[in-house]
């Protein structure tokens, strides 16, 4: 009996660190929490403003405001930390995020990837794809999992097994360019999908 799939996020990348070489920021972090990011960062003693603003996008060159903290911020006696929530980000590619101090400067970007496995239980990534890609897929109980990959014309080229949620396609030796389709049988279930290698 077929199950219905429910949508599992989880994170691929994830650089959350102190910032360097931003005299006024003494932290800038970002994290993944139930598919929505966290952007927190904390102001230096000292720093005074009127607005500070947040930045994202999916290309690391071309970042616009998505928020803005409104009025005097920062302290002229002790660090202010603030919370930008984003909820519903940009999913299954790299975002950006960077705070911009107006003429105080702007921090460093930081990236992560936040994957989304919909209806269809998997999920090639990126795709089109290489042999680094992965290859992920709902197993929530860490059952046995049958992958087999196939070739455009059905042709089976190999099956592997594992108890995790994912595989990366150098597993497959794959080494001609185009179409292929994979099975996934796991916990009762067949999961289908394609992917085109480059």
Request: aromatic fraction near 10%; glycine fraction near 8%.
């Amino acid at each position: 009996m077929l199950r219905k799939s429910t949508i599992i996020w989880t994170i691929h990348l994830l650089l959350s660190q102190k910032v360097t070489g931003q005299p006024y920021l003494s932290d800038f972090n970002i994290s993944e929490v139930e598919g929505n990011v966290v952007v927190t960062w904390t102001t230096r003693a000292g720093f005074t403003c009127e607005d500070i603003h947040v930045l994202y996008g999916t290309d690391s060159n071309a970042l616009s405001a998505v928020y803005t903290y409104p009025g005097i911020c920062g302290s002229d006696t002790s660090e202010e930390s603030y919370t930008y929530i984003m909820r519903e980000p940009d999913v299954n590619r790299d975002i950006f995020f960077q705070i911009d101090l107006g003429v105080f400067g702007k921090s460093q970007i930081l990236h992560l990837r936040i994957t989304q496995i919909g209806t269809s239980g998997s999920l090639v990534y990126p795709n089109p794809a290489s042999a680094q890609s992965t290859l992920l897929f709902d197993n929530p109980n860490a059952d046995v999992a049958e992958i087999t990959v196939y070739s455009k014309t059905g042709s089976r080229i190999r099956t592997h097994t594992t108890r995790d949620k994912s595989i990366t396609l150098g597993e497959f030796s794959l080494h001609l360019s185009g179409i292929y389709y994979y099975t996934i049988l796991v916990d009762g279930r067949t999961l289908r999908g394609k992917f085109v290698l480059l």
